[in-house]
């Protein structure tokens, strides 16, 4: 059954949903759609960073477990334009929109649609014009236990064209979130391509090989610790069938996660902001790179790149994505 969690600045209660099947166990805040917590059978530590207080997601987290979008990742000076008319989205990230504004779908108190022993399905209405995006969007999003599995299933409809690119930004330690970084994580990503980006994280336009450069996770190797990974890998030209993405294995525990989607882009993140400054779950202390982000998503900047994959939803289409994260032990 839902339980309190918390309460909002402005009134409004937050539930915490738990959930359980397949070897896992989760809970699931609406706000945010948050995943706060998953467990694996036989692993007493989380596998994600999560908090243990609503206070904590509303000042300290980053993007910790969240769903996000409008436009997941970023897009430049946040200008873009659709069927001839521009646009101007929320401008928070060294002058650009990241993760659809301050005040993304990630920020949103989502209403608890259905739930039962082994899955949650959350619902929020984003409203045209909502940090700088046309259209009224109805958006739901399903957390699926299965054998081994995390599935994330998202639905989204509009009324006028506007971009939907929704993403799970979870951040993943398959060790312990409270010792040590994800330096010796294992991690190989199915990508021929990555995209090159400035110096505020928005690509160059350019699709380059990963071949010969710290950016080549075809084979399984250490992420390591010289390089910081901020950067989308190039999967495929448009959305697919689910198909594997990448795999990561922790370098203690020897649980492996395989990521699995429809979208055609998979965002990297390894982690490195500033220490946390409370405590985590179970009052762990997250450092620099405790965990790091593994987005399955339409590639950054789309709309002002035409040759990349596009995030454009039209009136009468229907918006879908699934992603699957799936846990077993080498």
Known sequence: MPVRFGTLPDGQ????????????RAA?????????????????????????????????????????????????????????????????????????????????NWTLAAHGADFVTLALADPAGASGFPGNLSITCTYR???????????ARTDAPTLCNLAHHSWF????GGSGDIGDHVLAIDAERYLPVDGTGIPTGEVRSVEDTPFDFRHPRQIGRAALYDHNFCLAGSRRALTRAARLEGARSGIAMEVWTTEPGLQFFSGDIAPRSVPGLG????GRRAGLCLEPQIWPDAPNRPHFPQALLRPGETYRQVSSFRFSRS
């Open 173 to 176: 330690n398959l060790d312990d």
């Open 283 to 286: 009052g762990r202390r997250y």
């Open 145 to 155: 236990l299965a054998e081994g599995e995390l599935r994330v299933e998202f639905a």
């Open 13 to 24: 209660p937050v539930e915490r949903i738990g959930i359980e099947g397949g070897g896992l």
């Open 28 to 108: 699931v805040l609406t706000y945010g759609a948050i995943l706060q917590d998953l467990r694996l059978d036989g692993h007493a530590p989380p596998l994600v960073l999560g908090f243990e207080r609503i206070e904590h997601y509303l000042d300290h987290s980053v993007f910790f477990g969240a769903i996000v979008g409008r436009y997941a990742n970023r897009i430049a000076n946040g200008r873009y334009s659709i069927e001839g008319r521009d646009y101007q989205a929320d401008r928070h990230d060294r002058g650009h929109t990241l993760h659809g504004g301050r005040a993304g779908i990630d920020r949103q």
